[in-house]
């Protein structure tokens, strides 16, 4: 059975830093991109990050490039979102979802999302 369980979440002051992680199981994990998704309250999903198998190439949204970093560690089954100099429109249900693999992460808005952890809540608030 495949599980996506995220941690890490919690609240934080505007300028903060967070780091969430998502370990993987029941699956191959290193065979799979990987994307961070986060939903605010009253809105839609959002993108927010993708890294291919190997970790080697990375995309953010634009409204966290610079500020976000994604990273992952295929031995450990485990992908991790770093977060740094928060607002407080990160504000966020955050989840992890596992590719589908019928498309590439650098082109996310084509690209299937087939399995989703159930997130981490994220407050960035004074």
């Known amino acids: 059975e495949v599980q996506l369980v995220e941690s890490g979440g919690g609240m934080v002051q505007p300028g903060g830093s967070l780091r969430l992680s998502c370990a993987a199981s029941g699956f191959t994990f290193s065979s799979y991109d990987m994307s961070w998704v986060r939903q605010a309250p009253g809105k839609g999903p959002e993108w927010v990050s993708g890294i291919n198998t190997g970790g080697g190439s990375t995309y953010y949204a634009d409204s966290v490039k610079g500020r976000f970093t994604i990273s992952r560690d295929n031995a450990k089954n485990t992908v991790y979102l770093q977060m740094n100099s928060l607002k407080p429109e990160d504000t966020a249900l955050y989840y992890c979802?596992?590719?589908?693999?019928?498309?590439?992460?650098?082109?996310?808005?084509?690209?299937?999302?087939?399995?989703w952890g159930k997130g981490t809540l994220v407050t960035v608030s004074s």
């Open positions: 979802a596992r590719n589908d693999g019928g498309g590439t992460i650098a082109t996310p808005e084509e690209y299937g999302m087939d399995y």
